[in-house]
């Protein structure tokens, strides 16, 4: 059965998300031109953001504020951090498959 409040579900309008991570809403506007975040759009083209992608923009926000990485840094982070959990999940679907203890 499907988790009716999923953290992927699409739910927040961009004024509700701007003052959930404290940044504008022409900051998120250009977080997705540039690439780091991809909200969904209603059927009206109105942007819509999940959990998942308020936790990310919460991560963007604290590597430029916290640890002062440009955006192309910001960027590089990002991708890798999201190549590796795709493996992980590979690695734990062939462990899976292969019958394999994750702990032995």
């Known amino acids: 059965m499907r988790d009716p409040f999923?953290?992927?579900?699409?739910c927040y309008s961009i004024?509700?998300?701007s003052r959930m991570v404290g940044v504008h809403a022409q900051t998120l506007r250009y977080y997705e031109r540039a690439g780091l975040i991809r909200p969904s759009r209603s059927k009206g083209r109105v942007r819509l953001y999940s959990q998942?992608?308020?936790?990310?923009?919460?991560?963007?926000?604290?590597?430029?504020?916290?640890?002062?990485?440009n955006l192309a840094g910001?960027?590089?982070?990002?991708?890798?951090?999201?190549?590796?959990?795709?493996?992980?999940?590979?690695?734990?679907?062939?462990?899976?498959r292969l019958g394999l203890d994750e702990e032995a």
């Open 15 to 17: 004024s509700i998300v």
């Open 52 to 69: 998942l992608d308020v936790e990310r923009l919460a991560k963007i926000r604290r590597l430029t504020d916290d640890l002062g990485l």
């Open 74 to 96: 910001v960027e590089i982070i990002l991708r890798m951090t999201d190549r590796m959990a795709e493996m992980e999940l590979r690695i734990a679907h062939l462990t899976s």
């Open 6 to 10: 999923a953290r992927e579900d699409p």
